[in-house]
C-alpha cells in the first residue's frame, strides 16, 4: 500500500502540475528584461529588429529626405465587411493606409464574453510598441532594392500611408479595397517602383484573399525584396492560461503535414540565447583567438538564429499563423502558377512584444506577433515581360474548430487541424490527439440531439466511468485485498528482513494464494490517465463551449468560472496575491465529493500499527479535498463540471463496489475461509479461487 500511496500522490502531483500549465498561476518568465525588439540605428529612425531582414544584415535608420512618392496620401480607414450577425459576413476588416495594413478584425458571430456588455470580439488588433508606436498585422516592412541593399538601409513601408481607392463591391456580395504607394529617387522625383496591394472578403467565408503587386518603373532592372508582418495582436482568451502561439504548418517528403510552434516562453528564450550569443560573437570578433574557437562561437550563433524561426527540415511550407486558445490567423501563401508548393517565404520568425517593459514579461500587454521574410525577386525594365511580381496571399480569420476544417476540402489539405493544442501533459501527442477529437466528436454528436454541452459533458463523464467500471472494479477489490493483507505483508518482511530475495518470494506467494495483485492497485490508473487526460483537453479547448449555457441562471457559458455570484470589488487573497472576482460554486462542490471519495478508499488495516501509513492517509484525505478545489477555482465552469460530475459518479460507483465487496466477504466467513497455514492461519476449508476468477 505504500507504492500506491506514492503511485497516488505522484498522480496528483502530475494532475497538479497540470493544472498549473493550463494556468491558475500567471506565466512567471525569465528576466528577460524589454522584450520590444528595437535596434539601435545611425539614422534618426529606429528600424526593429523584428522588421530588419535579416538577422546577420542590420538596416540603419532610413533617410527622411527620400521621398516616397508625388501622391503620398492622407491617412485613412477601409471598412470591409460587417459585424452585423445578419449580413452574411463572418467578420469586418479596418484597413488601415498606414502600411496598407490590417488594423482590426472582428468577428461578427463571436462576442468578447463580457458578461455585463458583450462586444463583437477583436481577433486581430494592433501591436503597441514601447515608444507608442503600432504593428499592425500584414503590414509591409524592410523594402529592398539594389542600392538600398549595398547602402544597408531599408524603406520602412509601414510608416507610409499608401493611396487608397475606397471600396469596390461586387454582384455576389465579395468586398475589395486597394492600396499603392510609388517610390521615388530623392531629388529627382523619378519613379522607380510602385506597390499595389488589394484585399478581398466573400459573404460566409473565414478566407480573406490578399496579393501584393511590385512592378518595376525604370528603365534598369531591379531586384527588390521586403518583410511583412504577419497576423498579430490576438488577444488573451481566458482569465487563466496565455495559449496565444506562433504555428507553422509544412508538408513532409510522407506528404504528411507536420508542425513547428512556439510560444511566449519558448520566443522569450530563443531571443535570449540569440542576445546572448550575439554578444560572445561580438565579443570574440574583437579579441584575438583562434579561427577554430570563432568559428565554434559562430556556428552556435547560427543556431540560435536558426531556433527563433519556425523550421521543419526537409518539408515545404504550407502556412504560417497566429494562434489563440480558440481562433487561429492563419497566412498561406500561395505558390506561382508553375511551382506545387510556395518558395518566396523564407524565414517565419515569432515575436514577443512588451510594452511596458517590465522584467518577467506578464504584466498582461505582452503580445505575440509573427513576421515573415520575402526572398528577393529580379524584375526586368519598365515595359518588357517579367517587369513586376505578384505574392498572392490567403489568409484565414477564423475559430479553429476541427468540424468546420474537416468540412473545408482546402482546410483540411492544408492541415488547419494543427493550429489546436491540447494539454497533453506525460502523455504523448500521438494518443492524446485522437482520444481527444473522438471525444469532442462525441460530444458533439451528442449535443445534436441534447441541445446542451452541460449536460453533454455529464453524460460523457458516466459513458466514460461505465466503460472503464470493470477495470475500476478489479482495482478496487485488489486494493482491499492487498489492505486486509497488510499486517501478515509486516510479518514476512520482519521475518526475512535480511534476505530480501526470499522475503520477494514469500510476499509473491502469499499475494498469488490470496488472490492480490499490487499492480492491479495502480495499473488501472495507470490505463485510465490518457483517457482522463484527453478529456480534460477536450472540454478545455473546444471552441463549442466558448459561450455556450448550462443552465440559464448558473453556468451561464461553460468557458468561464462559474461565478455564482459576482463581487463588487476584487479581492485579493493575502500572501498568495491571487485575484478573486467572484464566489464560483462548483470548485466548492468538487471538494466535498473529493472528501466522499477518499471516504469510502479502502482503508489500511496497518495504519493503526504503522504512523508512517496513518500519516499518509491523513494527507490524502486533506490533500485532495484541499488542493484540486484552489487550483481549479479560476478554471472554465466545463472543466470543473467534468470533474466535479467524474467525483460524484466515482463515490457512487466506490459505493457500489464496497457493498459487492462487504457481500463477498460475508460469503466466504459463512464457508469459513481461513488464511494461509503458511501465515499462522487455521487450514482453510475451501481454497479462494484466483482473483482473476473472482471477477
Known sequence: MRYLALVVTGFVVLCGWMVVESGVFDYRGPNS?????????????NVGAANAPSEEAPRIGVDYSVTFGADSAVAKSVMLGSVDPNSGYNFELELSSLGAAIRRATFSGFDDRDYKNPQPLDILSPIYQADGSEILSMANTGFQNDVLVQQKRALPLQKLHWKSFGVEKAGDGSQTARFEATIKIQGTNEQVLKLTKIYKINLGSYLLECNITVKNLSGTQQKVRFDLSGPG???????????????????????????????????????NALDKAKYNYDLAKKSNIAKEDLDKIKAKLDKAILERKLTQPGSNLLWAASVSKYFAAIVVPLPDEDKEYCGWVTDKTGQVYNPDRDRKADSGDEAIGLDLKIAPSTLAAKGQANSSKTYNFQLY????DKSLFDKNEQYQKLGFVQTIDFMGCCCPAKIIKPLAFGILALMKWMHSFIGNYGVAIII??????????????????????????????????????????????????????????PIMGFLPMMVQMPIWIALWSAVYASIDLRGAAFLPFWITDLSMPD????????????????????????????????????????????????????????????????????????????????????????????????????EKEEAESQGRVAVTSKTGGKVKKKKPKPFYKNM
Open 33 to 45: 528584461g524589454a522584450c520590444i525588439l528595437l535596434q539601435s540605428t545611425t539614422g534618426n529612425e
Open 233 to 271: 495582436g490576438l488577444g488573451r482568451e481566458g482569465i487563466r492560461s496565455d495559449m496565444r502561439k506562433v504555428v507553422a504548418g509544412f508538408r513532409n517528403p510522407q506528404g504528411q503535414v507536420v508542425s513547428a510552434r512556439q510560444d511566449k516562453k519558448a520566443i522569450i528564450k530563443a531571443k
Open 397 to 400: 480569420i477564423g475559430p479553429k
Open 460 to 517: 460523457l463523464v458516466f459513458l466514460m466511468r461505465l466503460a472503464m467500471h470493470p477495470i475500476t472494479k478489479k482495482s478496487q477489490i485488489s486494493m482491499s485485498k492487498m489492505s486486509k493483507l497488510a499486517p501478515l505483508s509486516e510479518e514476512i518482511k520482519k521475518k526475512y528482513a535480511n534476505n530480501k530475495a526470499e522475503m520477494n518470494k514469500q510476499m509473491m506467494a502469499l499475494y498469488r494464494e490470496q488472490g492480490a495483485s
Open 563 to 662: 461565478a455564482l455570484y459576482r463581487f463588487q470589488t476584487v479581492i485579493v487573497l493575502p500572501l498568495l496575491g491571487w485575484k478573486i472576482e467572484s464566489f464560483n460554486l462548483l470548485p466548492i462542490m468538487m471538494g466535498v465529493a473529493f472528501f466522499l471519495q477518499q471516504k469510502l478508499m479502502p482503508s489500511q488495516a496497518s495504519a493503526a500499527s504503522n504512523p508512517q501509513v496513518a500519516q499518509q492517509q491523513k494527507m490524502m484525505m486533506i490533500m485532495m479535498p484541499l488542493m484540486f478545489p484552489l487550483m481549479l477555482y479560476k478554471a472554465p465552469s466545463g472543466v470543473n463540471l467534468y470533474i466535479m460530475s467524474s467525483t460524484f459518479a466515482g463515490v457512487f460507483e466506490q459505493y457500489v463496489i464496497r457493498k459487492h465487496i462487504r
